[in-house]
Nanobody, 126 residues
Framework: QVQLVESGGGSVQAGGSLRLSCSYS????????MAWFRQAPGKEREGVAI????????AVRNSVKGRFSISRDNAKNTLYLQMNNLTVDDTAMYYC???????????????????WGQGTQVTVSS
């Protein structure tokens, strides 16, 4: 069973940076789609970034391009989300997600992911 544990959230001022980490375990296959999602109060959960752990191919949503990046360290079984130049609109609960089924194309759609972490709060103040 896949387990995901996020860390690294916190409160920062606009323009600041945070790095979120997601420690993962329990994968049967070596290559999997993983993603970061976020959900602000009163809003739908949205995909922020995706990564395929097999080769590191990744993508981020257009609204965070140039500010956010996703990466992984397979030796540490950890997925990261580096967030720079944060704005108040980035305030949300951030979730790590994983698709344990091999061979799927990685997408920014929550329906693909069946394993979720508990979330870590990011709050950006002006």
């Amino acid at each position: 069973q896949v387990q995901l544990v996020e860390s690294g959230g916190g409160s920062v001022q606009a323009g600041g940076s945070l790095r979120l980490s997601c420690s993962y375990s329990g994968f049967t296959y070596s290559g999997n789609c993983m993603a970061w999602f976020r959900q602000a109060p009163g809003k739908e959960r949205e995909g922020v970034a995706i990564l395929y752990t097999g080769d590191g191919n990744s993508a981020v949503r257009n609204s965070v391009k140039g500010r956010f990046s996703i990466s992984r360290d397979n030796a540490k079984n950890t997925l990261y989300l580096q967030m720079n130049n944060l704005t108040v609109d980035d305030t949300a609960m951030y979730y790590c997600a994983a698709d344990a089924n091999p061979g799927n194309a990685c997408k920014l759609s929550a329906v693909q992911y069946h394993s979720w972490g508990q979330g870590t709060q990011v709050t950006v103040s002006s």
